[in-house]
């Protein structure tokens, strides 16, 4: 009878851990505080309506203060799916929760702009720190392109890290942006020097070209040799002796078809050595910042745009800038962007291809492994068939378009073809956008001017009647809000 007693009591104590509805907010078993639902945790973006939804579900759990279930989020646009949708309504906000140990950059365009903007239109409490890729072909001064997202100097701090040996060139063009104005002091261009304390034989062997790919310069295997003796002889203490390396590499009796290209390779890399690192070099005459110090609620822009920097070298730099921007996340909450990936991240490149993988482990060419683990999608207006045969495999609400359809997503690209500027379509299967009721289950997608009119005229719209769904394999067509900062991407037209 004792083992029957003891074997209800763990039963129930079992009870009080499950539950039915995976949407309801619950209070912890360990200190009553509010749980956060999943949903509401894995929602990138949300509207207004469901916002309003989810918290007062939040609220009616507990008689305490109201819960954060939104701590930082930031206005996107409104839906512009139907002419009879009223913004105020429709309004979408972009979710920037940070869990625990793993960052995700939802959607970085808009979240780079309103990590740190004291603006009505968002929250961020924890503002983040930004780190931006870009690269572009260099094929003269005049015609060098710079990163956009520097024109969010003007109301945000910007750095831009640039290649040493296009110091002078790439200063002039930034700080000379059109139509930056007063703002150009926010914005500062330094020289990208790799620290010398944080290099490691892993760094060590994406620079000097180290990968699995069958064809590998000459010199590779003399390099990878001295690398694990330096490894065995390091024994796992922190720090990297390059002048040792250096050293040992000048006393091989390599072949002149090993000497060039492994001569060019260290050129290339000891560029990006803070003057007097290496033996003979004038030494700085002051001490400069550490320039792998990302603040919060900054942003820091890597253009290694010049003409001795290929897109090989560039991504190789870049899998090096990941793993330091990386380092003291602790501190602050990380969000990466790629600007023109299409120019350095080459299906054909073994350096592309460890940039790649490396992103793929954090958390997108572009490749389509990226595309996949996209949770937030945005397509604004192109014409080309190609681009859209290219994505709509990875896209659910286009999968879902195709079938439905039975004309090949003709119906999908049409609607991006005809989108007005400033407009786009957005995927995202776990942004709550629509509401529906809780008895009986009656979808609202299309009725939410319904419920406003039965909320304004009856007063009988009750928020806890009603819980937040899901968009699923579907697409919502949005409008973006204006832009706060400087445009710097504005079409230049000839007159």
């Known amino acids: 009878m004792s083992s029957l007693l003891e074997f209800s009591t763990e039963v129930a104590s079992h009870t009080k851990l499950l539950s039915l509805d995976d949407n309801a907010a619950s209070k912890s078993p360990e200190n009553g505080d509010i749980q956060v639902p999943e949903p509401v945790i894995i929602a990138p973006i949300f509207s207004s309506l469901a916002g309003t939804i989810v918290a007062a579900h939040a609220e009616d759990v507990t008689k305490g203060p109201k819960p954060q279930m939104f701590p930082d989020y930031g206005l996107l646009g409104h839906r512009v799916d139907s002419s009879e949708r009223l913004p105020d309504v429709n309004s979408l906000i972009l979710h920037l929760r940070q869990p625990g140990k793993r960052q995700e950059p939802h959607a970085l365009m808009p979240t780079r702009e309103f990590s740190r903007l004291p603006f009505a239109c968002g ?7 930004g780190l931006v890729f870009h690269y572009d072909e260099f094929s003269a001064f005049s015609s060098a392109q710079a990163c956009e997202a520097a024109y969010l100097s003007s109301n945000i701090p910007v750095r831009v890290l640039v290649s040493p040996t296009n110091f002078e060139a790439m200063k002039n063009i930034y700080t000379k942006l059109p139509g930056l104005g007063k703002a150009a002091g926010r914005l500062t261009v330094e020289p990208l020097y790799l620290p010398q304390n944080d290099l490691t034989i892993s760094i060590m062997k994406t620079l000097m070209g180290v990968n699995n790919k069958k064809e590998q310069p000459l010199y590779i295997e003399v390099v990878m040799k001295i690398l694990r003796d330096m490894a065995l002889a390091n024994q796992g203490r922190e720090g990297f002796d390059y002048p ?8 091989e009796d390599f072949m002149n078809g090993q000497q060039i290209p492994l001569n060019m390779r260290l050129d290339v890399l000891e560029s990006f050595f803070a003057p007097g690192v290496l033996k003979g070099q ?9 320039p792998w110090k990302f603040d919060k609620g900054k942003l820091t822009i890597i253009d ?8 090989d070298d560039a991504c190789a730099l870049y899998t090096i800038c990941i793993s330091l921007f990386l380092k003291d996340r602790h501190e602050a909450g990380r969000i990466l962007a790629l600007d023109e990936a299409h120019k350095f991240l080459r299906a054909t490149s073994a350096e592309a291809v460890g940039l790649t993988d490396t992103l793929l ?3 997108p060419t572009i490749s389509p492994n990226l595309l996949d683990l996209c949770n937030v999608t945005i397509i604004h207006r192109f ?14 609400g286009a999968v879902t378009d195709d079938c439905k359809e039975g004309a090949g997503g003709a119906d999908l690209f049409r609607q991006i073809v005809c989108l007005t500027t400033g407009e786009a379509l957005l995927f995202c299967p776990t942004a709550l956008l ?3 009721t809780l008895k009986p289950q009656r979808a609202l997608e299309d009725s939410l001017l319904e419920l406003l009119h039965e909320a304004k005229d009856d007063n009988v719209f009750n928020p806890i009647d009603h819980e937040a769904v899901q968009l699923g394999p579907s697409w919502a067509r949005i409008r973006v809000r204006q832009r706060l900062t400087a445009d710097g991407g504005r079409s230049i037209i000839i007159k």
């Open 361 to 363: 482990s954090i958390e």
């Open 383 to 396: 014409t080309s068939p190609a681009w859209f045969k290219a994505i709509k495999a990875h896209i659910a």
């Open 123 to 129: 929250k961020a409490g924890s503002p983040l720190a």
């Open 434 to 436: 629509d509401i529906c």
């Open 304 to 311: 290694l745009s010049g003409p001795f920097v290929g897109p």
């Open 282 to 290: 004038k030494k700085p005459q002051a001490k400069v910042r550490n």
């Open 244 to 251: 040792t390396f250096r050293r040992r590499l000048d006393q």
